[in-house]
C-alpha cells in the first residue's frame, strides 16, 4: 500500500490517500487541525488564534505598525523589529526602523513601550531578549553591525559584521546570540551564515550554496541553532529550508517542489516541538499557502491558506493550548 498526505481546506488539514494495488484511491480522514496561537510579523503585526473553527485566524491583539520579526515574551511583552520608514502609533518616524518591547494594555488600557531602539543606519533586521534581559539586534547599512544592549541603553557588545555593503537590505537578518556567548548571523547576499565571538572574530562560517546548483538564490534567513549543534536555515528565493550539520554539511532539506510549490520564498522558520518544522511563505505559496508546517519526512501537514497579508517571519507560541517552551527555535 502506498500513502500519501495531501494538504486541504484553508487551514490545511490533513487527508491520507491509500492505494490498494491498481485500484481506486481511498481516502482516510486524520485527525482534525491542531489549534495554534502565534505572532505574525510583516505587513501585518498581530497576534492571531487559528483553530479549525476559525480556520483564517481570530486576531487577538494588533500593532498598527510593518514589522520585520518578534517574539511574544514569557511576561506577555511583545518584542519586535520595527520596519524602516514606519510610524509608531504616536506619530513618531522611524526612518531607520527600531527595536521595541511593548507592553499590552489589558482593561482598555492603551499599549505601552517599556523599552526602544532606534535605527541609526539603514534598517534593524532583527531583535533577541537574552535571558539576562539583554536585547541584540542587528542594523543594516554602511557599517553592518550587532549590538548587545543591556536595558537601560549601555551597549554591552558590539560586533561590526563581515558582509557585503552594497546592498544594505540584505546584509543580514535573523541573528541570534547562543547559550555559549557566540552570535549566529545570516548574511544573504553572502551566502553565508556565520559564527561570530564576543570579540567580533569568525569563528566559522557556512555556505549556503546549493551544490551544483550555483544559479539558486538560497540566500539565508534563518539560523536557529538545533540542540545537537546543527542549524535550521530557511533560505529565502531558494524556496527551501535546509538543516545543517554540526560540520556544515547538509543533513536535510525540504524544497518548494517537495511542498507541491507551498514554499515560495522561505522567510520565516521555527521548529517545532513535535519535530516538524514550521514555515513562513513571504511570497506567497500555491493556493494561498501563508504559512505550512512540514514533518521530517516533508509532507505538509498543516497549512494556513486564509485571505491574510503575508507572513515575513513569526513566532508560534502555543499548541493545543500547551506553551511551546521559551526560547522558540526560531
Request: proline share 7%.
Amino acid at each position: 500500500m502506498i500513502t500519501r498526505r495531501l494538504s486541504c481546506g484553508r487551514i490545511g488539514w490533513a487527508i491520507a490517500i491509500a492505494w490498494q494495488g491498481f485500484g481506486s484511491p481511498v481516502a482516510i480522514a486524520a485527525p482534525p487541525a491542531h489549534a495554534m496561537r502565534l505572532l505574525v510579523c510583516g505587513p501585518r503585526t498581530a497576534i492571531v488564534a487559528i483553530s479549525p473553527e476559525h480556520p483564517e485566524g481570530v486576531v487577538e491583539w494588533n500593532w498598527g505598525v510593518s514589522s520585520r520579526e518578534g517574539w511574544l515574551l514569557p511576561d506577555g511583552n511583545v518584542l519586535l523589529a520595527v520596519s524602516k520608514a514606519s510610524r509608531l502609533p504616536n506619530g513618531d518616524a522611524l526612518p531607520g526602523g527600531a527595536a521595541v518591547e511593548i507592553r499590552r494594555g489589558t482593561d482598555g488600557a492603551k499599549d505601552e513601550i517599556v523599552w526602544h531602539y532606534d535605527g541609526t543606519q539603514a534598517e534593524v533586521n532583527s531583535i533577541q531578549k537574552t535571558e539576562v534581559g539583554t536585547y541584540v539586534l542587528t542594523e543594516a547599512g554602511p557599517k553592518p553591525r550587532l549590538l548587545e544592549i543591556a536595558a537601560d541603553g549601555t551597549v554591552k557588545t558590539e560586533v561590526a559584521l563581515a558582509c557585503q555593503k552594497a546592498n544594505a537590505h540584505m546584509q543580514s537578518r535573523m541573528a541570534r546570540k547562543q547559550a555559549d556567548g557566540t552570535f549566529l548571523v545570516p548574511h544573504l547576499l553572502d551566502f553565508a551564515i556565520i559564527r561570530y565571538g564576543a570579540d567580533g572574530a569568525v569563528l566559522s562560517k557556512i555556505d549556503t550554496h546549493v551544490p551544483g546548483e550555483p544559479n539558486v538564490k538560497s540566500w539565508p534567513f534563518t539560523a536557529i541553532a538545533l540542540p545537537d549543534g546543527g542549524i535550521l536555515a530557511a533560505l529565502t528565493n531558494g524556496n527551501r529550508v535546509v538543516e545543517f550539520a554540526p560540520d556544515g554539511t547538509i543533513r536535510w532539506q525540504v524544497t518548494g517542489s517537495d511542498t507541491a510549490g507551498a514554499i515560495n520564498d522561505a522567510c520565516g522558520a521555527q521548529r517545532l516541538p513535535n519535530g516538524n518544522t514550521m514555515i513562513a511563505s513571504y511570497r506567497i505559496g500555491k493556493d494561498g499557502v501563508r504559512l505550512l508546517e512540514v514533518s521530517p519526512e516533508k509532507q505538509v501537514v498543516w497549512a494556513w491558506k486564509a485571505a491574510v497579508p503575508a507572513v515575513h517571519h513569526f513566532h508560534v507560541f502555543e499548541i493545543d493550548g500547551k506553551p511551546v517552551p521559551h526560547p522558540a527555535m526560531r
